[in-house]
T-cell receptor, first 114, second 114 residues
Framework: AQSVTQLDSQVPVFEEAPVELRCNYS??????LFWYVQYPNQGLQLLLK??????LVESINGFEAEFNKSQTSFHLRKPSVHISDTAEYFC????????????FGKGTMLLVSP | DGGITQSPKYLFRKEGQNVTLSCEQN?????MYWYRQDPGQGLRLIYY???????QKGDIAEGYSVSREKKESFPLTVTSAQKNPTAFYLC?????????????FGPGTRLLVL
């Protein structure tokens, strides 16, 4: 079984500031890692994912995440946030050797203010 | 447009009543999922289906039931045995039932108890 810890329930930042949303996972087997974003009263959308290869993965809207196996982390970063980035962000893991289910963290609310 | 539809957007349940949440997808995906979202709790898996006429319990299946008679449909029934049903319910699908596949989410149904 695996688990995901998102250490911050809320992260307030000012527009154009950098941000890091932290995600740590625990698993006895190899995992795939995902970041999803949820805008108010909507479903989740995939932001980016790590399956294999380069440990740094990027999204089309400027977010990036780095897989660190030794620290079992998959932190999400953006060098300069916009008001429109205000949303809840969920980190999730999937066991490579098991069924196709995701284990989600509790989410981090990113609040961007002018 | 291809996607996942959930209806209704809001649903009210009376004590002792069973209610059914609809989830339909036209993405031709094999796998479908139901999650429950509570504030500060992230998403928890209720049931999932890897193929038509087959489904498995997730982490919190008690008080819920599902069916998968058609590839495009995966309705969720919240039974009277579910004592705390107030939550946001999200349906998702993925092309195949593999851990590396992206899950695509519907807009959600908010269930409230009268």
């Amino acid at each position: 079984a695996q688990s995901v810890t998102q250490l911050d329930s809320q992260v307030p930042v000012f527009e154009e500031a950098p941000v890091e949303l932290r995600c740590n996972y625990s698993s006895s087997v190899s995992v795939y890692l995902f970041w999803y974003v949820q805008y108010p009263n909507q479903g989740l959308q995939l932001l980016l994912k790590y399956l294999s290869g380069s440990t740094l993965v990027e999204s089309i809207n400027g977010f990036e995440a780095e897989f660190n196996k030794s620290q079992t982390s998959f932190h999400l970063r953006k060098p300069s946030v916009h008001i429109s980035d205000t949303a809840e962000y969920f980190c999730a893991v999937s066991d490579q050797s098991g069924y196709s289910t995701l284990t989600f963290g509790k989410g981090t609310m990113l609040l961007v203010s002018p | 447009d291809g996607g996942i539809t959930q209806s209704p957007k809001y649903l009210f349940r009376k004590e002792g009543q069973n209610v059914t949440l609809s989830c339909e997808q036209n993405l031709n995906h094999d796998a479908m999922y139901w999650y429950r979202q509570d504030p500060g709790q992230g998403l928890r898996l209720i049931y999932y289906s890897q193929i038509v006429n087959d489904f498995q319990k997730g982490d919190i299946a008690e008080g819920y039931s599902v069916s998968r008679e058609k590839k495009e449909s995966f309705p969720l029934t919240v039974t009277s045995a579910q004592k705390n049903p107030t939550a946001f319910y999200l349906c998702a699908s993925s092309p195949r039932a593999l851990p590396l596949e992206t899950q695509y989410f519907g807009p959600g149904t908010r269930l409230l108890v009268l």
